[in-house]
């Protein structure tokens, strides 16, 4: 076996970068399934979970006849879809489906190409660690997913607001912890990057983390419907805090479970975000960052200020699906994107 040269190592990281960029675009098709799931009221269709046999759909009447008798005997069709018939289940089934469906499909992209550079010796030193993790969170946010579904076949017929913000945050950490070692794999060349002041890399961190905790806000606000409610901006109909904020026992219920505050949290997080990027993007201005810097600073102020104009038109016209599932999408580039700057901006040492 003849020794790779530093040309052939370098085509197979970025063969490997392209797959785990592909990947992630899957992930992320799969947030945004998950949400017009989630919108058009569809997730508790299926109410059993079979991860292996569960690839094909009902193929025939009969089957079709089953899983409906099994959906009928949920707590969504006797509490809320009594009257729903075949036509009217076919129409939820098949997004519920689609989304599982669609899981099993990444989870197939990540594994086969997975083994296959394993096995071809294409590891960089430390990957191999790297990947098996990713493996494991796919397995884990399948887990989650039949954890909060779950969560809506007991007594109340809907889903757990904290088991689906923790299934939105499980899928937020695949996605940024992908694209982290993609970018790693993809952009070797310490000499394409700036050193920039340990100030503005920590501010860019403080970005990450403030748009992370922003996208949670938002699974609440989707687990409680709370979009549906004050639909009017920049007051919350005729005040900054609604009277109804802040009104119940504990400050637990308040900050997850009471929607004028999981609302009015959302907004103001949201806000903060919109200024702390801008102020980002001034200071950022004044530097002579190297043109990739440079994309990744634009870029996440672009994704910011679009996020926060669709996320205001998503409220003023009442939770459209389309504009929903966007928001909710969009939520995740604002994260992706203030991770590749703080990739950007960080030391050497941080790759």
């Given at each position: 076996m003849t020794t790779p040269t530093e040309a052939d190592l370098r085509h197979r990281q970025v063969i490997m970068a392209y797959w785990l960029f592909v990947v992630i675009a899957?992930?992320?098709?799969?947030?945004?399934?998950?949400?017009?799931?989630?919108?058009t009221h569809s997730g508790l269709s299926m109410v059993e979970w079979k991860p292996v046999t569960g690839w094909l759909p009902p193929l025939n009447d009969a089957e079709w006849m089953a899983v409906f008798e099994k959906y009928q005997t949920s707590p969504e069709f006797q509490k809320v879809n009594h009257?729903?018939?075949?036509?009217g289940f076919k129409a939820i089934f098949w997004f519920e489906f689609m989304h599982r469906l669609w899981g099993r499909i990444i989870g197939v992209a990540f594994f086969v190409p997975f083994v296959f550079f394993l096995a071809r010796g294409w590891m960089v030193r430390g990957l191999t660690p790297k990947l098996s993790f990713m493996l494991v969170l796919g397995g884990l946010q399948g887990l989650m997913g039949w954890y909060m579904v779950k969560s809506?076949?007991?007594?109340?017929?809907?889903v757990s607001q904290y088991r689906l913000t923790a299934h939105f945050s499980l899928a937020l950490i695949i996605i940024g912890y992908m694209e982290w070692v993609a970018l790693g794999l993809l952009f070797t060349d310490k000499k394409d990057r700036r050193p920039v002041s340990k100030g503005?890399?920590?501010?860019?961190?403080?970005?990450?983390?403030?748009?992370?905790?922003?996208?949670?806000?938002?699974?609440?606000?989707?687990?409680?419907?709370a979009g549906f409610a004050y639909n009017t901006f920049p007051l919350m109909d005729g005040s900054f805090i609604p009277p109804d904020a802040y009104a119940l026992g504990s400050l637990k219920e308040n900050l997850f479970e009471d929607i004028a505050t999981v609302q009015f949290n959302h907004r103001l997080l949201a806000e903060c975000l919109f200024v702390f990027v801008a102020v980002f993007w001034f200071r950022a201005?004044?530097?002579?960052?190297?043109?990739?810097?440079?994309?990744?600073?634009?870029?996440l102020t672009g994704i910011v200020v679009a996020q926060v104009a669709l996320g205001i038109t998503t409220l003023l016209l009442v939770i459209p699906v389309p504009l929903a599932a966007a928001h909710q999408a969009g939520a995740v580039m604002v994260f992706a994107a203030a991770l590749w700057v703080v990739r950007e901006l960080g030391p050497a040492q941080a790759d």
């Open positions: 899957m992930v992320f098709a799969m947030v945004i399934l998950g949400g017009v799931t989630r919108l009257g729903m018939e075949l036509p809506g076949l007991v007594d109340r017929p809907d503005l890399w920590r501010y860019a961190i403080g970005n990450a983390g403030w748009a992370f905790v922003t996208a949670l806000s938002g699974g609440f606000v989707a687990g409680l419907d201005r004044r530097i002579d960052l190297a043109p990739r810097q440079r994309l990744a600073v634009n870029t």
